[in-house]
């Protein structure tokens, strides 16, 4: 378990960065799924900083993940 938490809060961090970067350079919209959902157009940014921290918090909460 602590390692699918872990997995999945690296995916999670990996889309937030992936967007942030194609927010700012427009690179990486291959990569983002935040890019692709057009409802979240005028947030993209927004919700791509939320997807680093949350994905943060969840690779720093797998560690109190007991094996």
């Known amino acids: 378990m602590k390692k699918f938490v ?8 990996v889309q937030g960065v992936a967007g942030l970067l194609y927010e700012w350079t427009g690179w990486f919209r291959l990569w983002t799924v935040v890019a692709r959902l057009r409802f979240l157009d005028d947030y993209g940014l927004f919700v791509n900083i939320v997807l680093v921290v949350t994905g943060g918090a ?3 909460a797998a560690d109190s993940i007991k094996a």
């Open 6 to 13: 872990e997995t999945a809060g690296f995916i999670v961090f």
């Open 58 to 60: 969840l690779m720093i």
